[in-house]
């Protein structure tokens, strides 16, 4: 399994968000590869801490998909199938939609147009994947936040994590689906020109759908 070094909070956190995060980052980034178990005290000794808050955290990654625990015998990674993916995928378009439906709505003009300025970048990408996931993120961040939707907001890292292991490892969009992005995006940007609020979730939903074919 994977090495961790020792947490040093800073006084406000929790501690068992601290080692969500580094095992779930571990996850991601394929370190901690699927099938692998992980045991709660070899965790809490290499970040020093307790038991307790790597259990808490165990807790919140079964949840969310990325481990499967069975009591008194194992907690391991889950493996990333095709199924999983498209779950993943389906969800996001779902909630990515209703937050693209309320910055539509609720967005100032120079919100706007800055998230145009951000559909337009995604749009001048030429196919490296790396690039591509920046730019979705700042604009898909840039919704959220504009959807001025707290709960959104706060059940969007867990869905996020579970796309960013969905894709990790894709190091290029095949030249079919990088045609059906742009158009999408094309009909995104004109429909959030317009504050088409049912266009804009129809169609962020319909992108997802693309990606889950990654």
Same mark, same amino acid.
């Given at each position: 399994?994977?090495?961790?070094?020792?947490?040093?909070?800073?006084?406000?956190?929790?501690?068992?968000?601290?080692?969500?995060?580094?095992?779930?980052?571990?996850?991601?980034?394929?370190?901690?590869?699927?099938?692998?178990?992980?045991k709660d005290d070899e965790v809490a000794a290499q970040l020093g801490v307790s038991r307790m808050p790597v259990r808490?955290?165990?807790?919140?990654?079964?949840?969310?998909?990325?481990?499967?625990?069975?009591?008194?015998?194992?907690?391991?990674?889950?493996?990333?199938?095709?199924?999983?993916?498209?779950?993943?995928?389906?969800?996001?378009? !779902?909630? %990515?939609?209703?937050?693209?439906?309320?910055?539509? #709505?609720?967005?100032? =003009? &120079?919100? *706007? +147009?800055?998230?145009?300025?951000?559909?337009?970048?995604?749009?001048?990408?030429?196919?490296?994947?790396?690039?591509?996931?920046?730019?979705?993120?700042?604009?898909?961040l840039d919704l959220l936040a504009q959807s001025r939707s707290r709960q959104l907001q706060l059940a969007s890292r867990?869905? !996020?994590? %579970?796309?960013?292991?969905?894709?990790?490892?894709? #190091?290029?969009?095949? =030249? &079919?689906? *990088? +045609?059906?992005?742009?158009?999408?995006?094309?009909?995104?940007?004109?429909a959030l020109s317009e504050r088409d609020a049912d266009g804009v979730e129809r169609i962020i939903r319909e992108i997802?759908?693309?990606?889950?074919?990654?």
């Amino acid at each position: 399994m994977s090495d961790f070094t020792p947490l040093r909070p800073p006084a406000p956190t929790r501690l068992s968000e601290l080692v969500f995060e580094r095992i779930a980052a571990s996850i991601v980034s394929g370190e901690l590869a699927p099938g692998a178990q992980i045991k709660d005290d070899e965790v809490a000794a290499q970040l020093g801490v307790s038991r307790m808050p790597v259990r808490e955290a165990f807790l919140h990654l079964e949840r969310i998909g990325l481990i499967e625990m069975v009591a008194s015998r194992y907690t391991r990674v889950t493996e990333m199938t095709p199924e999983i993916a498209r779950d993943a995928f389906e969800y996001a378009g !779902n909630q %990515a939609g209703w937050a693209g439906r309320l910055a539509a #709505e609720r967005m100032t =003009d &120079d919100e *706007l +147009a800055h998230a145009l300025s951000l559909l337009d970048a995604i749009l001048a990408e030429t196919g490296d994947a790396d690039a591509h996931r920046k730019r979705l993120d700042d604009f898909y961040l840039d919704l959220l936040a504009q959807s001025r939707s707290r709960q959104l907001q706060l059940a969007s890292r867990d869905i !996020n994590l %579970a796309l960013a292991r969905a894709v990790h490892g894709v #190091e290029s969009v095949p =030249d &079919d689906l *990088l +045609a059906a992005m742009g158009d999408g995006y094309r009909r995104l940007r004109e429909a959030l020109s317009e504050r088409d609020a049912d266009g804009v979730e129809r169609i962020i939903r319909e992108i997802h759908a693309i990606y889950a074919r990654l």
